[in-house]
């Protein structure tokens, strides 16, 4: 059974009606993470709180000097976008997903934001000979996933989706919050800062906005060195989540 | 106490210990940090994947650029990477790692005994290596009846 108010909130001050909430949250080559975490820097977004909960690892960040809480929320406003990105430094541990999903579209809903964009990976085999990942529409509304269509961008038609963005689009498909995910092909078990340039474009395309991908493509190896331990964690944590599905066909296809 | 009894206690015991052993070394495992202090190495992260008559493995080699500064060695059961980074990498900003600087990778990994290591075939590309270590099987045919 799953606990209510395990994941408390707190903010410093609330964000602008009407935002897009852009969630990083490691998962297979820690694409949403390294996304968001991008965002965040070239755009200098203000910290605007943090979430916390019994489920996180007992772990507190220190960044020049200052403490961070390892799941936070920023904001700023892009180009007239305004956005709130709630970026993860810690694996969320399997038993904290299913409460985690809730709360996020309860964050969502609260908040009164336009609408959820999921940053992720989609993990493929032959990655190594990709030179150009491509990036997948999910959608939970057919609205949304027609007007993604119609301006060109790809739509995932079939398969899984696991862990915990599936969790999300799952709780965001009963309460019909809008949400979708974009997620890119990318390594498994590697951090692919090379998927999250591709995401980033993507992104930038959807919401109508202009990020610069050129200095998370020239820091890649470092960002591969820096994240490994991460993504280990990140890899441990996936275990019995759901992502060995997506690699599934499901029956109803067969 | 019967003979047989204490015999059995005695075994189920060492067993009971053999898998705290293992519980153990396997702990030991996932805690290591994915560097080596005192050799001044990164370990890299990895995948293995077990075919019916093969192995494969990949090694994400982030930072090293050219085959020639790879090296991998079979020695007995043992596979044993080693590269260069292609330039030295440190993170002084972060504590556990103050002052440490990396200049190459390194993975040993435990290999099972029927390989084939003559006909081993490795490739690098974008920062990965794959190696690939066919293994010896014995097919014996069934009739199907």
Sequence with gaps: ?254 | MEDWFRKYLERFRKEIDRIFEEIRELEIEISKPLFDWEQKTLVPLYEMKRLVDELIIYVDLPGVREKKDINVQIAGNKLIIEAKLNKPFSMPEYLPYTGAEFRNYRLELSLPENIDEKKCRAFFKAGVLEIHIPLKIKKVKVKVE
Excluded at chain 1, 29 to 51: A, C, D, N, Q, W
Excluded at chain 1, 61 to 90: C, Q, W
Excluded at chain 1, 215 to 224: A, D, M, N, V, Y
């Design chain 1, 1 to 254: 059974m799953v606990e209510e108010n395990i994941w408390e909130l707190y903010l410093r001050e609330k964000p602008a009606e009407k935002s897009y909430l852009l969630i990083g949250i490691p998962d297979v080559g820690l694409v949403g993470p390294i996304s968001t975490s991008h965002m965040i820097r070239i755009f200098k977004m203000k910290e605007l709180g943090y979430i916390d909960s019994t489920f996180l690892p007992p772990i507190i960040l220190f960044h020049e000097n200052k403490p961070l809480m390892p799941v936070r929320l920023y904001s700023t406003n892009i180009d007239g976008r305004n956005i709130i990105v709630l970026h993860s430094d810690a694996a969320i541990p399997p038993p904290g997903l299913p409460s985690i999903a809730k709360f996020i579209v309860d964050l969502a809903s609260n908040l009164k934001t336009k609408m959820i964009i999921l940053l992720g990976g989609i993990a493929v085999p032959n990655r190594i000979k990709i030179e150009k990942p491509k990036t997948y529409v999910v959608s939970i509304e057919e609205k949304l996933r027609e007007e993604a269509e119609k301006s060109g961008f790809e739509i995932l038609r079939e398969g899984f989706i696991g862990g915990a963005y599936a969790l999300i689009l799952k709780e965001s498909f009963k309460r019909r919050f809008p949400a979708i995910g974009l997620f890119t092909e990318c390594f498994a078990t590697y951090p692919d800062p090379g998927a999250a340039a591709s995401l980033l474009s993507t992104l930038a395309k959807y919401i109508g906005i202009s990020v610069d991908v050129k200095s998370l493509l020239e820091q890649e190896e470092e960002i591969r060195i820096k994240l490994r331990e991460l993504m280990k964690r990140t890899v441990e944590s996936m275990q019995k989540t759901g992502k060995e599905y997506e690699f599934t066909i499901p029956a109803m296809y067969a």
